[in-house]
């Protein structure tokens, strides 16, 4: 099966930087996803990482650490749309797919 | 506009009366997977489908059946719902399967008294 753990509330201060950690433990590994879910509604992608290292999408960054099964997301210049939970997620063994519980991101101004 | 339906979005039944939440993608994925939403545990996948009648078990499917006929469709069935069963639903595909990204519907509010 899968392991995957991450805080589940966060606070930060709009236009602040935030870093969101994820740490997984898996049977075989096929990448680490993060996802974002705003309330009420669907979630929506926001990277896929199968390598080492940072990769940046704008105000949003993701880095991966296989071999220590640890990852986060970084996301800059918080602003107050960015309050919304960011669920850690992989892929596990005979095609099932598994997620953290979630982290909630509470911005304020 | 490429997207993921499901329906209804929200239902409130009783105990034994079985139901049926329709899931439907129009973008020609191979990969299709029924999840519930709980607070304090997350999604959980409870089926999922690599193809057209292929089926297998997620982590939760106890209570739960699913059939993919068509490969647009994915209904999830509840043949005697139970109040542990009240939850937020959601379906999702991807191209190929897990390691693609999942396109999730709006969600389905489902209540069982």
Known sequence: GQNID??????ATEGAIVQINCTYQTSGFNGLFWYQQHAGEAPTFLSYNVLDGLEEKGRFSSFLSRSKGYSYLLLKELQMKDSASYLCAAPGDFNKFYFGSGTKLNVKP | E??????????????GKKLTVTCSQNMNHE????????PGLGLRQIYYSMNVEVTDKGDVPEGYKVSRKEKRNFPLILESPSPNQTSLYFCASSHRGPTDTQ???????LTVL
């Open chain 1, 6 to 11: 991450q805080p589940t509330e966060m606070t």
């Open chain 2, 2 to 15: 490429a997207q993921v339906t499901q329906n209804p979005r929200y239902l409130i039944t009783v105990t």
């Open chain 2, 31 to 38: 990969y299709m997977s029924w999840y519930r939403q709980d």
């Open chain 2, 103 to 109: 396109y999730f519907g709006p969600g389905t509010r």
